[in-house]
Nanobody, 119 residues
Framework: QLQLVESGGGLMQPGGSLRLSCAASGSTLANYVIGWFRQAPGKEREGVACISESGGVTDYAHSVMGRFTVSRDNAKNTVYLQMSSLKPEDTAVYYC????????????WGQGTQVTVSS
């Protein structure tokens, strides 16, 4: 059973950078598409970025395009989300999630890591 654990969240001033990590265990991450999602208080969860199983294809929400970069190291069973030029509206709990190749839904979720952007 695939298990995901996020880390790297924290408090950052506007304009700063953070790198989130999503470490997998229990299965080989290379078999999964990985998505990063976030949920702010009182708002619905939204997709932020995703990366194909090989890392060759990425996609981003319009709100983070050009500021966030998703990458993966399958040898380390880890996916990253590099966040730069952070804005207060990026404040949310960030989750990574995995979807098996060929399947429609994200079935595996981490517990989330809090990112707060404030001066």
């Amino acid at each position: 059973q695939l298990q995901l654990v996020e880390s790297g969240g924290g408090l950052m001033q506007p304009g700063g950078s953070l790198r989130l990590s999503c470490a997998a265990s229990g299965s080989t991450l290379a078999n999964y598409v990985i998505g990063w999602f976030r949920q702010a208080p009182g708002k619905e969860r939204e997709g932020v970025a995703c990366i194909s199983e090989s890392g060759g294809v990425t996609d981003y929400a319009h709100s983070v395009m050009g500021r966030f970069t998703v990458s993966r190291d399958n040898a380390k069973n880890t996916v990253y989300l590099q966040m730069s030029s952070l804005k207060p509206e990026d404040t949310a709990v960030y989750y990574c999630s995995a979807k098996r190749v060929g399947f429609a839904s994200y079935d595996y979720w981490g517990q989330g890591t809090q990112v707060t952007v404030s001066s």
